[in-house]
């Protein structure tokens, strides 16, 4: 079984950074496809950035600001997050997937806690 588990949110003002990390449990950790989403409650999950080998992907509303990588000594993929908005404020998840990336959180079979960010103004 597949865990993972989201470290790093908080409490940071517009403008400023975060970076969070997600450590995925494994062997296979390069074999995953692994993503990033965000969700305000009572609305739907939201794509944010995915990553398998060296193709990235992102939301319109976060390129040029987000970045997702990974590090496979450490079998953990982060989502720095820079220029960050109010409007970023929400709870995120990582993801993971066997097979290619996928923008679509339905295609994802494993997902961590969600942690919570909060961007003030």
């Known amino acids: 079984q597949v865990q993972l588990v989201e470290s790093g949110g908080g409490l940071v003002q517009a403008g400023g950074s975060l970076r969070l990390s997600c450590a995925v449990s494994?062997?296979?950790?390069?074999?995953?496809?692994l993503g990033w989403f965000r969700q305000t409650p009572g609305k739907e999950r939201e794509f944010v950035a995915a990553?398998?080998?060296?193709?990235?992907y992102y939301a319109d509303s976060v390129k040029g600001r987000f970045t997702i990588s990974r590090d496979s000594a450490k079998n953990t993929v982060y989502l720095q997050m820079n220029s960050l908005k109010p409007e970023d404020t929400d709870l995120y998840y990582c993801?993971?997937?066997?097979?290619?990336?996928?923008?679509?959180?339905?295609?994802?079979?494993?997902w961590g806690q969600g942690i919570q960010v909060t961007v003030s103004s």
């Open positions: 990553d398998k080998w060296d193709n990235q």
């Open positions: 494994g062997r296979t950790f390069s074999s995953y496809a």
């Open positions: 993801a993971g997937k066997w097979g290619p990336v996928a923008t679509q959180g339905r295609e994802y079979d494993y």
